[in-house]
């Protein structure tokens, strides 16, 4: 079965720092890897992808992500936070082996703020 | 924000009552999906269409049924709503091997 985790419920980071959000998954196919973003009372927003290729994937709004397969982890980091990041962060996968008719399934966010 | 609109945006009612929430898309996409957000749950999974009339269920599809007559529409129904399901509720489309697009969600309050 496919499954997410993040570890943190709450990251907090001084702007101009730079920021990262963990995520771990396991899947029994290849994954495919997605970061989204949601800002209070609106919808998810897409961040970045990782399909195949190269490990290092660059996103939206600065952004990206480190594809790791021996550590299954795919973790987003900026390298300096602005207070407008502050937002809810969400990891997502979807099985590459059995992707047709799959849906993605979602950590249960992380939770970040950037102070001034 | 792709084409996507959710109908109501909030919605309150009471115990026992059907509800249905439309989730309509105007990019022409294959799949579509109802999810459920709630805090320490994160997004949660509730039913998914892969064409008109094919519909599968999620991790929480008890007491929802879902329809899809036309590729885009896709209905999500209370049939008798209960509290548990007072939830922030959103559809998604997306193509195959595509992220996938949200729409703004539906607050729905069963008192």
Known sequence: AQ????????????????????????????????WYVQYPNRGLQFLLKYITGDNLVKGSYG??????????????KKPSALVSDSALYFCAVRDGLHQAGTALIFGKGTTLSVSS | DAGITQSPRHKVT???????????????????????????????LIHYSYGVKDTDKGE???GYSVSRS????????????TSSQTSVYFCAISELGTEAFFGQGTRLTVV
């Open chain 1, 63 to 76: 952004f990206e992500a480190e594809f790791n397969k021996s550590q299954t982890s795919f973790h987003l």
């Open chain 2, 14 to 44: 009471e115990t026992g009552t059907p509800v249905t929430l439309r989730c309509h898309q105007t990019e022409n996409h294959r799949y579509m999906y109802w999810y459920r957000q709630d805090p320490g749950h994160g997004l949660r």
């Open chain 2, 60 to 62: 929480v599809s008890d």
């Open chain 1, 3 to 34: 499954s997410v985790a993040q570890p943190e419920d709450q990251v907090n980071v001084a702007e101009g720092n730079p920021l990262t959000v963990k995520c771990t998954y396991s899947v029994s196919g290849n994954p495919y890897l997605f």
């Open chain 2, 70 to 81: 036309k590729t885009e529409d896709f209905l999500l129904t209370l049939e008798s709503a």
